[in-house]
């Protein structure tokens, strides 16, 4: 059976993050702060459509969509580009292919155990996250 990505995920590390965020054109200061910072991701799936949020002291982020259905992304907040994006399910991965100025860019989500992985791809860098879940009460 496919992986429900469903859940409060929180941040427990972050490698290259800083080059990646280089390669969007994210200035030093912004740089400087957001690495400080441990965001916690709330993801709602329901078959094939998704709600994704990232939050943070500094940003929240929020991004929706239906697996195969290519949307116009604004990542606002972010770099403020604007991408035609498609997510699909593969093996498990979500893989994402943000089309758009930047070559290349893209992000991938996968569960393995109690930790959420993420691969975040732009031109020849890529930051690896991995979340954990965040047990609900009963
Ligand atoms: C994302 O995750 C959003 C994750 O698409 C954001 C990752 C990197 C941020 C990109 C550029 C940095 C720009 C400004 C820095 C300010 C804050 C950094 C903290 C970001 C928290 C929102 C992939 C997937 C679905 O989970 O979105």
């Known amino acids: 059976a496919p992986p429900d990505f469903s859940g409060t995920w929180n941040m427990v590390s972050n490698e290259n993050f800083d080059r990646y ?6 200035d030093l200061i912004t740089r400087n702060l957001a690495k400080l910072i441990k965001p916690q991701k709330i993801i709602e799936q329901s078959g094939d459509s998704f709600v994704i949020r990232t939050l ?3 940003r929240n982020y ?3 969509f239906t ?9 606002k907040g972010l770099d403020n580009r604007k991408c035609k994006t ?9 893989i994402c292919v943000q089309k758009g100025e930047k070559k290349n860019r893209g992000w991938k ?11 975040l791809s732009c031109e ?8 954990r ?6």
């Open 124 to 131: 020849d860098q890529v930051c690896k996250q991995v979340y």
């Open 56 to 58: 943070s002291s500094l």
């Open 62 to 64: 929020r991004v929706q």
């Open 86 to 94: 498609l997510v699909t399910l593969d093996n498990g991965h979500l």
């Open 133 to 138: 879940r965040v047990q609900e009460a009963c």
């Open 67 to 75: 697996l195969g259905q290519e949307f116009d992304e604004d990542t």
């Open 21 to 26: 965020m280089q390669s969007l054109g994210i």
């Open 109 to 119: 989500h996968w569960i393995n155990g109690d930790d959420l992985h993420l691969e």
